[in-house]
């Protein structure tokens, strides 16, 4: 796998050796952040973005990939899915991807890996306060699974902040709508 290095738009792939084939290279953004975050809403706009723009774009929500009980992890399960779902899209034509999982970030390369076509990379953590993080929660969990995510949560954003790579993009979500965040993701995108 190529070596990273920061760039002004978050971390890029040192370029592929000529193989005397031109092949247009993917790009993947990966979305994490804590529980309550708004990682999905924010993709899920980013793609409004995309398909008003016509921009050609895949999106797949990580947490979906490996969805079971007993969890699968020790079985790479996700890793593999993502691969499937890349080389199908791959076959269509797709070269850009956008990514959710609260800890893809700090996944970077065994998820690049599981794209097994070198994909430039770019990745973003948004950010949310303890009480902002619980009011959206409140909104999404019954009360049953409610204290579970929010422990969830706490333990995943002082992981994160702990853990996750330095070029990753910071994007604070607290006080913004979701149009406002993706915007500003879009922008440091730049794939419009």
């Known amino acids: 796998m190529s070596a990273y290095h920061a760039s002004r738009r978050g971390a890029v792939c040192a370029s592929p050796p000529y193989t005397g084939r031109v092949e247009q290279r993917s790009e993947v953004l990966f979305i994490g952040g804590r529980s309550g975050v708004g990682k999905s809403s924010v993709a899920l706009e980013l793609h409004e973005h995309l398909y008003a723009a016509q921009v050609k774009h895949g999106v797949i929500e990580g947490d979906n990939l490996d969805l079971a009980y007993p969890p699968p992890w020790e079985h790479n399960l996700a890793e593999k899915n993502l691969a499937a779902m890349w080389q199908n899209y791959r076959a269509l034509g797709y070269r850009r991807l956008i990514y959710t999982n609260t800890v893809s970030v700090l996944q970077i390369e065994v998820l690049a890996a599981a794209m097994s076509d070198d994909p430039t990379v770019r990745a973003v953590v948004l950010r949310a306060s303890d009480d902002t993080a619980a009011q959206r929660l409140e909104q999404r969990e019954t009360a049953t699974t409610l204290q579970l995510y ?11 902040e702990q853990q996750t790579p330095s070029w990753v993009w910071r994007v604070e979500t607290d006080g913004k709508d979701v149009p406002t965040v993706a915007g500003e993701i879009l922008e440091l995108l730049g794939w419009t």
Do not use: P, V
């Open 150 to 160: 929010l422990d969830k949560s706490r333990l995943r954003a002082a992981e994160l």
